[in-house]
């Protein structure tokens, strides 16, 4: 069955930085496009970052375009999210996705507090 983990999450002062791993299993890992997506408080699931199975092409939403960096790499089976820059409004529990053949799966998430 198709299962994301991530890790990497924590607090962080504002001005910091972290690095996001998700670890995929379950399916063929370099056949598909993978998404970082995050949830604030209160908020509805935001699309943060995509990349391409190759991981030839990334897209950012604007909100944390030049901050957060996607990569992959498919030898380790992991998707990789780079925050760097940290701000308050990126406070939310962060999770990846996967769409296979049709159905979405999502990770646990992990938790991305910026507080000083």
């Known amino acids: 069955q198709v299962q994301l983990v991530e890790s990497g999450g924590g607090l962080v002062q504002p001005g910091g930085s972290l690095r996001l791993s998700c670890v995929g299993s379950g399916f063929t890992f370099s056949a598909y496009g993978m998404q970082w997506y995050r949830q604030a408080p209160g908020k509805g699931r935001e699309l943060v970052a995509a990349i391409t199975p190759a991981g030839g092409s990334t897209s950012y939403s604007d909100s944390v375009k030049g901050r957060f960096t996607i990569s992959r790499d498919n030898a380790k089976n992991t998707v990789y999210l780079q925050i760097n820059s940290l701000k308050a409004e990126d406070t939310a529990v962060y999770y990846c996705?996967?769409?296979?053949?049709?159905?979405?799966?999502w990770g646990q998430g992990t938790q991305v507090t910026v507080s000083s």
């Open positions: 996705n996967v769409i296979v053949r049709g159905a979405n799966y």
